[in-house]
């Protein structure tokens, strides 16, 4: 089964392949069918390397080599840096590129499987690293993972996830699902420092000051002007193209932020209950106004709201559905510190409202089992109603907000903060924001070309000229050196291309 795909920006596709028969099988040594005797299985998987051709489409390797990569109609990057030998896959009428996807015993290099991968890849834009998750990574009878340099295809590292344990995991099954990386990839940054030189060699002496509020053009390669900074005290000025952005994550921590009001009067106001009764529970004849409060919303004023929800569990101790679908409507609190809740009638229900433009409705089907907390018990989009909170004049990040849950038919049973120990199961906010970008942000590509401008004409300079080029590309001399050139218009200019990832 072909299970993930991942693009390294530079014209190669990694395929993971999974072997189906690994999620058929548990161990060796699994009994087998009635117990007719005792199974020794295994499978085998794949990483496969594909290079985009000219025409737009995609050629799978055949053939690698340590000089190649066993694309011949490759569009670009066809060459392979230095791998260590023996040659990839000796054993193999057609090596691939990665060629270390086999089990040697630790210690003795005894060959016992080829072809150990689980078919799921996470890759890390700029590392130069795929990482694949396989069995046997470590030693026999274990699931990890695998890290490969994607410049050579060689095996750089293995982690073991999971050991070896009499069965009680998988062992040399599909004992691990899908990877991924929680950290996002380095941003792509351009920038540089310019100084008085002094002695007019063109290069960083020390002692020679910088030139600070120098404005700073960057252009694309047809000359279209994206962006402009301004040298700082230290001469230095830089462009970007990250963006600031953020989730925040906030679980109802005591009895009085989530609270369960009677609509028929005196609208008497609940903060212990055992569960949510979300809506109209016909068991108990009245129906409810939800609040739930939600405290430390560390969300920045200015800040875009991308997505939010609400997530509940389920309770499962009485009446949990009634309408299939149920739909509620979820408004939030009109104020800028949402206090908690009281047991004072109507404490729920009479709080102002956001607006009736950013009301939410949000329709779940039929709810079964006890704590569970997946998509069904998830809310609708409520991005535009904590837009509304965090845009009000008093927001401060840190601050609490409060939703309102209506419904007079029908009906849902979640868990609150004191139906189970510590309120593992209590209502979850979760918020994405973004925020404007900084000054210097300019939507850089990999493998790019651009041009860095300085107009030799601005007051900074003071009639200064530009130093030439001292042509020293040595490793440290061309880092201090200078590497503007004259252009027709009175600017001074230099070009360069971004790399492209990995």
């Known amino acids: 089964m072909l299970t993930d795909i991942e693009l390294d920006g530079r014209g190669f596709m990694y395929l993971g392949i999974r072997d189906r028969f690994s999620d058929q099988a548990y161990d060796s040594g699994?009994?087998?069918?009635?117990?007719?005797?005792?199974?020794?299985?295994?499978?085998g998987g794949d990483l496969l390397l594909a290079c985009q051709t000219a025409g737009g489409g995609w050629q799978l390797e055949s053939g690698a080599t340590l000089a190649t990569r066993g694309c011949t109609n490759g569009l670009t990057?066809?060459?392979?840096?230095?791998?260590?030998?023996?040659?990839?896959?000796a054993n193999y009428t057609l090596p691939e590129f990665f060629h270390n996807e086999q089990f040697l015993e630790y210690g003795t290099n005894d060959l016992y499987h080829d072809e150990t991968a689980l078919g799921t890849l996470a890759m890390l834009y700029g590392s130069g690293e795929l990482v694949g998750t396989r069995y046997d990574a470590w030693e026999a009878f274990e699931n990890g993972t695998t890290t490969f340099d994607i410049n050579n295809g060689n095996r750089l590292r293995a982690v073991q996830l999971y050991e070896a344990n009499n069965g009680a995991f998988f062992r040399k099954a599909g004992g691990l699902g899908d990877i991924e990386l929680l950290g996002g990839a380095a941003p792509?940054?351009?920038?540089?420092?310019?100084?008085?030189?002094?002695?007019?060699?063109?290069?960083?002496?020390?002692?020679?000051?910088?030139?600070?509020?120098?404005?700073?053009?960057?252009h694309d390669a047809a000359g279209t002007?994206?962006?402009?900074?301004?040298?700082?005290?230290?001469?230095?000025?830089?462009?970007?193209?990250?963006?600031?952005?953020?989730?925040?994550?906030?679980?109802?921590?005591?009895?009085?932020?989530d609270a369960e009001q009677l609509t028929n009067a005196p609208d008497t106001v609940t903060?212990?209950?055992?569960?949510?009764?979300?809506?109209?529970?016909?068991?108990?004849?009245?129906?409810?106004?939800?609040?739930?409060?939600?405290?430390?919303?560390?969300?920045?004023?200015?800040?875009?709201?991308?997505?939010?929800?609400?997530?509940?569990?389920?309770?499962?101790?009485?009446?949990?559905?009634?309408?299939?679908?149920?739909?509620?409507?979820?408004?939030?609190?009109?104020?800028?510190?949402?206090?908690?809740?009281?047991?004072?009638?109507?404490?729920?229900?009479?709080?102002?409202?956001t607006t009736l433009g950013v009301r939410a409705t949000w329709s779940t089907a039929?709810?079964?089992?006890?704590?569970?907390?997946?998509?069904?018990?998830?809310?609708?989009?409520?991005?535009?109603i904590v837009q509304?909170?965090?845009?009000?004049?008093?927001?401060?990040?840190?601050?609490?907000?409060?939703?309102?849950?209506?419904?007079?038919?029908?009906?849902?049973?979640?868990?609150?903060?004191?139906?189970?120990?510590?309120?593992?199961?209590?209502?979850?906010?979760?918020?994405?924001?973004?925020?404007?970008?900084?000054?210097?942000?300019?939507?850089?590509?990999?493998?790019?070309?651009?041009?860095?401008?300085?107009?030799?004409?601005?007051?900074?300079?003071?009639?200064?000229?530009?130093?030439?080029?001292?042509?020293?590309?040595t490793t440290f001399g061309d880092i201090r050196d200078s590497d503007g050139q004259p252009r027709l218009g009175g600017y001074v200019a230099t070009n360069f291309t971004t790399a492209g990832p990995g």
């Open 30 to 43: 699994d009994p087998g069918p009635a117990g007719a005797g005792l199974t020794n299985q295994r499978f």
């Open 77 to 89: 990057g066809e060459a392979r840096l230095a791998s260590n030998p023996p040659s990839p896959d």
């Open 188 to 218: 792509i940054e351009v920038g540089n420092r310019i100084w008085r030189d002094d002695d007019g060699d063109g290069i960083q002496d020390p002692g020679e000051p910088p030139i600070a509020g120098v404005t700073v053009g960057l």
């Open 225 to 257: 002007l994206l962006n402009s900074a301004i040298t700082d005290a230290n001469g230095n000025y830089t462009f970007s193209n990250s963006q600031t952005i953020g989730t925040i994550v906030s679980q109802i921590n005591q009895s009085s932020d």
């Open 271 to 353: 903060l212990t209950g055992a569960d949510l009764d979300i809506g109209n529970n016909n068991a108990g004849g009245t129906p409810h106004h939800i609040g739930l409060r939600f405290t430390n919303i560390v969300v920045p004023p200015g800040a875009t709201i991308t997505s939010a929800y609400i997530q509940f569990a389920t309770d499962g101790s009485g009446p949990d559905n009634i309408g299939n679908p149920a739909i509620f409507t979820i408004d939030g609190q009109a104020a800028d510190n949402a206090p908690t809740f009281a047991a004072v009638n109507n404490n729920v229900e009479g709080r102002p409202r």
């Open 366 to 384: 039929t709810w079964t089992g006890t704590n569970f907390n997946g998509p069904l018990q998830r809310t609708s989009n409520l991005s535009a």
């Open 388 to 473: 509304e909170i965090v845009d009000r004049a008093g927001w401060v990040s840190g601050n609490a907000m409060a939703f309102i849950i209506n419904n007079s038919v029908q009906h849902r049973e979640a868990e609150s903060f004191d139906g189970r120990p510590n309120g593992i199961f209590a209502p979850v906010l979760v918020v994405n924001y973004s925020l404007p970008n900084p000054a210097n942000f300019v939507a850089l590509q990999f493998r790019s070309s651009y041009e860095l401008r300085v107009n030799q004409n601005q007051a900074a300079l003071n009639g200064m000229s530009v130093s030439p080029p001292d042509n020293d590309l």
